[in-house]
């Protein structure tokens, strides 16, 4: 891996953690999970815990879901301890990032398809077109050898050769969207987040993150990937799988669920009560 200078860990200062829905269709049973894994470490830690609404791709923006996820925390007693980040209104911050890694030589124009890619498996390692009648996409270059090992606080040492496992990766996608994996880390640097406790499904994005904060020049978050929660087939819950939002009409029992998934089940004496007690 190309040296670009060690990351500079968190030091233990205040906690500071947070939860971040893309706002594509109410909150279901799993965002749940997450969002109160997040929440109790942010609390056991004597820390913040903050919400950000990750609304970066309008094509899938659900109208006013993102408003009915706020509300759905606020039911679940689950309220940020600062005013919500909406990513729509960063988009100054993002082309700032992006243009630091531009000026550095460490991006380029791709005018590649899905359907180009299909070969490699959807992996970018090298253009292979270069039809000028389609607007661009910028990736980041990764080169061979760029292997990204850091500690996950439940699963340990773990490690990814990015350039194997994930390839060019984009930035900015041709429809001028900022990509999540650039987005994310600018805000957690300009929050300050010193944790991010998150679902496994996105621990295949870490190293990519990791990346990207060390040629930026970022602090490291610590990370931890809880587990997500799966329909009786083995699926993961989820929007695309048809997962149904809460129902906050049935706060204390869905709590209850879920602290009990977290392997804190609540005491009998304290069945039925409001998830603020619990």
């Not at 700032?96 to 460490?106: C, D, H, K, P, V």
Request: aromatic share 6%.
């Amino acid at each position: 891996m190309a040296a670009r200078g060690a990351n500079q860990i968190m030091p233990d200062s205040a906690y500071r953690g947070r939860f971040a829905p893309s706002p594509t269709g109410p909150l279901h049973f799993g965002s749940l999970l997450a969002a109160l894994g997040s929440w109790l470490f942010a609390r056991q830690a004597g820390g913040a815990w903050l919400v950000r609404v990750e609304d970066l791709d309008p094509p899938r923006e659900v109208p006013g879901s993102a408003a009915q996820q706020l509300a759905t925390l606020d039911a679940f007693g689950l309220v940020p301890d600062e005013p919500v980040w909406r990513q729509s209104r960063r988009g100054d911050a993002y082309a700032a990032a992006l243009a630091r890694l531009e000026a550095a030589g460490l991006t380029f124009a791709c005018r590649c398809s899905r359907a180009d890619l299909s070969a490699s498996g959807g992996l970018h390692r090298a253009c292979t077109t270069h039809a000028n009648d389609r607007h661009p996409a910028i990736r980041m270059r990764v080169e061979d050898g760029c292997r990204i090992a850091f500690v996950d606080g439940l699963r340990g040492a773990l490690a990814q050769d990015l350039h194997h496992a994930v390839g060019d990766f984009v930035l900015r996608r041709r429809e001028g969207y900022i990509a999540y994996q650039l987005a994310v880390v600018v805000d957690d640097a300009a929050q300050g987040i010193t944790d991010v406790v998150r679902g496994i499904d996105l621990l295949d994005s870490t190293p990519r993150q990791l990346w990207l904060q060390r040629l930026l020049g970022f602090a490291t978050p610590r990370y931890m990937h809880l587990p997500v929660v799966v329909r009786p087939d083995g699926e993961k819950l989820s929007k695309q799988t048809g997962a149904a939002g809460v129902d906050t009409r049935e706060a204390s029992t869905l709590a209850s669920r879920a602290l009990a998934c977290l392997g804190h089940p609540p005491p009998a004496e304290l069945a039925g009560a409001a998830p603020a007690e619990l």
